[in-house]
C-alpha cells in the first residue's frame, strides 16, 4: 500500500492555505515586525474599486484586506444589486476604538506623492480641527496648486468577527468620509449598551447611500436581531478584555497602525461635524 504523501496538506491561517511542512516549524524572521501592529483590515468592494479588485469580487462583497478573504458574499434582489435588508450582514465584538486623522493627497498625484501624507493619533495636532471643519477641510496640494490635499477623521475599531470561519482574527473597521457617520453611530450604540465592549456583539448590515457625488455601499451597526447581544461564555469575555488591554498598549506605544491606503474614497456631506469624545 503506498503511503500517503502529507507534506502539502494544508491548513487554513487567516483564509490563507498553509502547506503541512510549514506547520511545525519555527517562526523567525518577524522579530522586527513587533515593533508594529497592523490588522487586516474590513473592505466592501464599490464600484470605484480598482479593475484588480473588481475582477475577483462583486460590488457589495465585504472582504478582508491585504489577503482579499471574504467575509460576505453578496447577494443580489431581482434588480442585480445588492440587498440591503439584513441578508448581506455579519457579526462582531468591538474590542478596542481609537480615532485617527489623515491627510490626504490628491487622487491624480497618485504614483507622484505618497496616497497620506501625513496621519496622527494626537487630538491635540492642528489638523483634526481641519478634518472637523467643513470650511478647513481641503486646502491647495503644495506639489500642484490646482488640486486638493484633504484631512480626514478616521473612527478605528479593533474588532473581532464571530459566528464566522474567520472568528478569532483581530481585525480593523475603518469608518472615514462616506462611512464617517456609521462609525459615529458604531459609538452611539456601544455607549448604550452600558457595558464593555469587548463584551457586546453586534451586527454590520450593508447599506446603501448616494448623493449627488454618487453612491456606494458602507457598514452599518445595529444589535443582532437574530443571536444574543453578549458575550456569555467567561473565559471568553475574559480573552477579549485581555485583547482590549493589548490594544490599549499598542495604541498607547504608537505601534498599532490601520492600513488605509488602499480606501476607495468616497464622499458624505452627512460626514462634516466633529466626533465626540469615545
Request: charged residues 25%; contains cysteine.
Amino acid at each position: 500500500m503506498t503511503k500517503k504523501d502529507t507534506s502539502l496538506d494544508v491548513l487554513s491561517v487567516a483564509g490563507i492555505n498553509l502547506p503541512a511542512f510549514m506547520q511545525n516549524e519555527t517562526i523567525m524572521g518577524t522579530e522586527a515586525l513587533s515593533e508594529f501592529v497592523i490588522p487586516p483590515r474590513i473592505k466592501i468592494v464599490q464600484k470605484q474599486a480598482g479593475d484588480e479588485l473588481l475582477a475577483k469580487f462583486r460590488v457589495g462583497d465585504i472582504i478582508l484586506t491585504p489577503s482579499h478573504s471574504i467575509i460576505v458574499k453578496a447577494e443580489y434582489d431581482e434588480n442585480n444589486v445588492p440587498k440591503v435588508d439584513g441578508t448581506n450582514s455579519f457579526n462582531v465584538i468591538p474590542i478596542f476604538f481609537y480615532p485617527e486623522w489623515a491627510t490626504w493627497n490628491p487622487l491624480k498625484m497618485k504614483g507622484q506623492l505618497p496616497v497620506i501624507r501625513y496621519r496622527t493619533t494626537d487630538p491635540g495636532d492642528p489638523i483634526v480641527l481641519k478634518a472637523r471643519n467643513k470650511k478647513l477641510r481641503e486646502e491647495p496640494c503644495p506639489e500642484n496648486m490646482d488640486l486638493k490635499i484633504r484631512h480626514c477623521e478616521h473612527l478605528n475599531y479593533i474588532v473581532m468577527l464571530v459566528d464566522h470561519e474567520l472568528a478569532g482574527i483581530p481585525v480593523v473597521m475603518s469608518f472615514s468620509r462616506g462611512s464617517w457617520s456609521d462609525g459615529s453611530n458604531f459609538a452611539g450604540i456601544i455607549k448604550m449598551r452600558n457595558a464593555p465592549m469587548y463584551g457586546c456583539v453586534f451586527t454590520l448590515n450593508l447599506k446603501y447611500n448616494k448623493n449627488q457625488e454618487g453612491s456606494w455601499y458602507t457598514p452599518t451597526p445595529s444589535n443582532p436581531a437574530n443571536r444574543v447581544g453578549w458575550v456569555e461564555d467567561k473565559e471568553q469575555y475574559e480573552r477579549y478584555k485581555a485583547l482590549h488591554l493589548e490594544f490599549k498598549e499598542h495604541h498607547k506605544n504608537a505601534r498599532l497602525v490601520a492600513s488605509l491606503e488602499d480606501e476607495d474614497i468616497v464622499d458624505d456631506p452627512a460626514a462634516t461635524s466633529a466626533s465626540n469624545d469615545f
